[in-house]
């Protein structure tokens, strides 16, 4: 099964720009580890089409990991903002320091794991594929294609140690960093979840859910609970060709993000105060799905002569893309007519 896998990616596996290819790396090209992790913590939670283009744009601002820590945070959030669940940027700027306070990138998976951000799968990647360790690389498309080479009838996310150990099994000790890409592009690209490639899929015959006809039953997901719907009010003030926006706490959801004033998350639509009395109008409606959350927000536009409360600034509406705002906030700007 490894030989199998590996010459076909050596034939056909992907070409990423992050990635060092076999016919690459025999000419003495090497991994980069900044570029791996990168792409890593970037396209966690993210498609490789809507990630591949901040990855160019993080290493032509930040072409060393010394770069990035040196760079304010506020700039980072900022170069961030779209590609969501911003603790990753936040724990992006840390790690970066803790690299360079090092003195350069650990050179194994558990001393990988002592850095800010980067836990098992993080770890074994830039493990196996930068620095030749055998390591089991287990991603969501690795999940896919053991648990229908075996028919594992445990539910995700319970299976995942039963699929890890299976994994494990087949992981290459020789070449550990071209497997692992291979079983992440063969779950990618051939054994997709709703329409695998079967007939050219380098490990048919070794499938036990081919043989049975059966291959989209898997892998077994648990069935995911309703997220909860809260509501919230979101208040644009707008004064001189400014609008006030103030900074979130550093922990939790967005944390350290910039956002308008707006009201506590809960479960029943109601009207709040507003931050600075004004002749607030509705603007619109904004909907925004979180991980457990689906957010209503009713948006309100005024035009206000003084300061609002609590700490916050007045931002030029031209410079806004400059500023660390969450997709959120940016849906809430714009239905406010900006």
Not at 133 to 140: A, W
Not at 205 to 233: E, F, L, V
Request: charged share 25%; net charge neutral; proline share 8%.
């Amino acid at each position: 099964m490894r030989a199998a896998l590996l010459a076909w990616y050596d034939r056909e596996g992907r070409t990423l720009p992050w990635r060092v290819r076999p016919e690459d790396r025999a000419e003495g090209a090497r991994p980069d580890p900044y570029a791996i992790w990168l792409s890593e913590v970037m396209l966690q939670q993210t498609t490789i089409p809507h990630g591949t283009p901040y990855w160019h744009k993080f290493l032509a601002l930040y072409p060393t990991v010394e770069d990035l820590a040196s760079a304010p945070l506020d700039d980072v959030l900022t170069h961030w903002a779209g590609l969501g669940y911003y603790a990753r940027a936040r724990n992006l700027h840390k790690c970066a320091k803790a690299v360079v306070a090092r003195g350069g990138w650990p050179e194994t998976k558990a001393e990988l794991q002592t850095l800010p951000g980067i836990g098992d799968y993080t770890s074994s990647t830039i493990a196996a594929i930068c620095f030749a360790e055998p390591t089991t690389i287990v991603d969501g498309n690795v999940e896919r294609v053991i648990s229908r080479v075996h028919r594992v009838e445990e539910a995700l996310p319970k299976a995942k140690k039963t699929l890890k150990s299976l994994a494990a099994v087949l992981s290459d000790p020789d070449r550990p960093g071209d497997y692992g890409q291979a079983v992440m592009d063969l779950g990618a690209t051939i054994c997709s979840p709703k329409s695998p490639s079967c007939l050219i899929c380098p490990w048919a015959k070794w499938c036990a859910a081919r043989a049975a006809g059966d291959q989209t039953r898997y892998p077994i997901k648990t069935p995911k609970k309703k997220q909860p719907i809260r509501y919230a009010n979101a208040f644009v003030a707008v004064k001189d060709h400014t609008v006030w926006l103030q900074r979130r706490p550093e922990e939790g959801l967005l944390g350290g993000m910039m956002e308008v004033p707006n009201s506590a998350w809960v479960a029943e639509a109601e009207d709040m105060a507003p931050p600075v009395p004004a002749d607030w109008h509705a603007a619109g409606d904004v909907r925004h799905l979180f991980t457990h959350i689906d957010l209503r927000l009713r948006v309100y536009r005024a035009e206000v002569t003084r300061d609002l409360r609590g700490e916050g600034r007045w931002v030029s509406v031209d410079a806004l893309d400059e500023e660390a705002l969450p997709s959120l906030m940016r849906k809430v700007l714009k239905a406010a007519g900006l």
